[in-house]
């Protein structure tokens, strides 16, 4: 994994309570970068979370979380995560993730979002549109990575 | 500042995750250890938050804290938290606290709470019921203190 | 996977600070109560981390983390975490971890750590008497089990 | 307290963990806000927290923290938050903090750290090299002011 599998890339630094005794960001603090990273992601593609999500009438439920670490992050490393919807199922999306400081590839990650019915959190299907909005905007990095520029696209901050 | 100032105290080991690298729970981390133990008093004193205090229609926002650190908490630390209502004002509740490890203060604690309107927030009255649950609760221990007793009763977990 | 999947069970209550706007504990969040219950399971075995593994002159690091959302915990709640090692590889253990709210199974989990050297991070054997705790600890349950008495015991909190 | 008040001023999101069930920031999390916002008034007045401090042998310690909640800051709100160093004694530094949503001023803040030798903690002269890096940098900004040039500076992120 490497950061041109990403089109979408947001950065962060890391901050002095997300580190512990061992110099070292807390195992389960990535869920909340990979968490910061999406948020930006659904801004980037133009469905800022949860406001315009809303208006389907349906939210987003993580199903299943994986982390792998590679290696570890530090205080005030600045990280770049990687975000990528790798697969779209009926009501789920597949999100594939990677933390990088430099070249370096620090962490792996995979999040099983479904979409649902609030109150009863009963599946529902992906919104039409929403899977347009992000078939064209993974699709077109494809495209870019083909004809071998980089597609990478760091995420401005406001 | 001395345990013995608290009828009521709330236990809690300090996590991992809360250190930092000097291996010092980190300094805004106490303002959850003092949440969790406002939550255990009211839960004593019969009035769980939010669930009863929603029956009044109002809720409650902090509008100040402050924080005096002595000595620091390190990982494993088993911690004991005194709560208490030290004055309530026409729409006001000011809570003093303090942390111990065995007999040595750590941090003392001092939050404001205003009763308000959810949706306005707008001041109003503490409600004369919540009123006399605490004022019982809290004289109650001085009349113990006087007699010589240990008023500090430790909440239970579950 | 239920309760009486494990022998090891540490019981704690959602804090305010870990739910968030559709009240549900935020998806990291378990990773900090796995962690809590690890140590517990730690300290329930004889060898509280990290006091006594440092003489090992070895330390455990984290590789890999999966957590699978079966249903959502809300503020308040008294969650029960069940942890296991489910199996020691030459330098690694293997953790099926199970979070319950009453006969309810929310969440599960597995985590697996590799025994390091600090300074390098080069795996190395796990301890041969730490292995041996594991093991009379994890099997002691079994024989309860097929003996149809509940292993489960609770972790006290002092 | 306005903007004004401060030369520098370092933005940041609110993110969807940080918000609790009312959709409002955990008044804990401010003081994370202060120390992510300090980290950067150390490094944009050339002394990089640890590193460099690290230097004179010396460490700094928090021993008072105070918040006014005037406000609340909501989910994915962007905050201006301003650092101001507003007295340096002996052994003790004493920051003035403002936190901003737009033109709206939602928490007023002050931190007092003390330089101390890390293994004792005893008390120690802040290091003069120190105090003229803050001198010039604060002072600069109320030649600003009085010129009626507006004084604030944004931080970068990287």
């Not at 990280?79 to 919807?85: A, E, N, T």
């Not at 993730?97 to 792996?108: A, K, M, S």
């Not at 959190?121 to 990095?141: M, T």
Request: proline share 4%; with cysteine.
């Amino acid at each position: 994994m490497t950061r041109r599998d990403f089109r979408f890339v947001h950065t962060l630094r890391v901050r002095w309570a997300e580190v512990d005794k061992q110099d070292i960001v807390f195992n389960g603090h990535y869920l909340t970068y990979f968490d910061v990273a999406i948020t930006e992601y659904w801004r980037c593609i133009g469905v800022p979370y949860p406001g315009v999500t809303e208006r389907w009438g349906t939210d987003l439920f993580v199903v299943k979380a994986g982390i792998e670490y590679h290696g570890p992050a530090h205080y005030d490393d600045i990280l770049d995560i990687g975000v990528r919807v790798a697969r779209i199922g009926n009501s789920s999306m597949h999100f594939v993730l990677g933390i990088f400081r430099g070249g370096q590839h620090l962490i792996g990650g995979e999040l099983i979002y479904v979409n649902a019915v609030p109150t009863t959190r009963k599946a529902s299907p992906v919104p039409s549109e929403l899977r347009e909005l992000i078939d064209a905007y993974e699709n077109e990095v494809s495209v870019e990575a083909n004809a071998g520029i980089i597609g990478v696209k760091r995420s401005g901050r406001s």
